[in-house]
């Protein structure tokens, strides 16, 4: 299995609360990519957002054994957590995942 970084782009069309935040960064935390070396290099965070706009990034680490089960599990993983935060495809619709860096076995 390959540990794989991938970036997955998304708008929120409706206001993200700090409770919906910690709530959506919880949710994420366990594939933090700063658990790699390509995550603290490259200073990732699990969530940030383009200066002045409702547009947004998750950076996110999975473990599969090739690049498309690789962007499916990074989809599902960020899916549920903006459903845990109370958000949905209707109020944060997501992008294309993307792999961003390949981090070893």
């Given at each position: 299995?390959?540990?794989?970084?991938?970036?997955?782009?998304?708008?929120?069309?409706?206001?993200?609360?700090?409770?919906?935040?910690?709530?959506?960064?919880?949710?994420?935390?366990?594939?933090?990519?700063?658990g790699t070396?390509?995550?603290?290099?490259?200073d990732?965070?699990?969530?940030s957002?383009?200066?002045?706009?409702?547009?947004?990034?998750?950076?996110?680490?999975?473990?599969?054994s090739?690049?498309?089960?690789a962007?499916?599990?990074?989809?599902?993983?960020?899916?549920?957590?903006?459903?845990?935060?109370?958000l949905?495809?209707?109020t944060?619709?997501?992008?294309?995942?993307?792999?961003?860096?390949?981090a070893?076995?």
């Amino acid at each position: 299995m390959t540990v794989y970084l991938v970036t997955i782009p998304g708008t929120l069309l409706t206001e993200l609360t700090p409770e919906a935040r910690t709530r959506l960064v919880s949710a994420l935390r366990p594939a933090d990519p700063r658990g790699t070396e390509l995550g603290v290099a490259e200073d990732l965070d699990i969530l940030s957002f383009y200066s002045g706009s409702s547009a947004f990034a998750l950076h996110v680490e999975v473990e599969a054994s090739d690049t498309s089960s690789a962007v499916d599990k990074a989809r599902d993983l960020a899916s549920s957590a903006l459903h845990g935060a109370g958000l949905d495809s209707g109020t944060a619709p997501l992008g294309d995942p993307v792999i961003t860096g390949i981090a070893g076995e």
